[in-house]
């Protein structure tokens, strides 16, 4: 059974920095790319950051890049977003996924696993 389980989410006043953890089961993932989404109330999924299985090549959203950091441990079966100099803005539900076949860009189409989802309020 596939899991992806998010962890690290909580209230922080802007400014401040969050890392968020996410523990994959349930298939290979060192042959998986991985990636976060966010969705805000209201608003659709938008895309955070990738990261190749090898973790050599990653990507990240316009409105994240110089701030959050995605990083892996296949050894360990974990992806990380350290997320810095956190905005108001940056509130939402940051969700964990796993497609297949690196590539960029990608949409929340291209998923092939996700997970439940971590809340992250950022207080200004």
């Known amino acids: 059974q596939v899991q992806l389980v998010e962890s690290g989410g909580g209230l922080v006043q802007a400014g401040g920095s969050l890392r968020l953890s996410c523990a994959a089961s349930g298939f290979t993932f060192s042959r998986y790319a991985m990636a976060w989404f966010r969705q805000a109330p209201g608003k659709e999924h938008e895309f955070v950051a990738s990261i190749s299985w090898s973790g050599v090549t990653t990507s990240y959203g316009d409105s994240v890049k110089g701030r959050f950091t995605i990083s892996r441990d296949n050894a360990k079966n974990t992806v990380v977003l350290q997320m810095n100099s956190l905005k108001p803005e940056d509130t939402a539900v940051y969700y964990c996924?796993?497609?297949?076949?690196?590539?960029?860009?990608?949409?929340?189409?291209?998923?092939?696993?996700w997970g439940k989802g971590t809340l992250v309020t950022v207080s200004s």
């Open positions: 996924a796993s497609y297949w076949n690196y590539r960029d860009p990608i949409t929340k189409r291209d998923m092939d696993y």
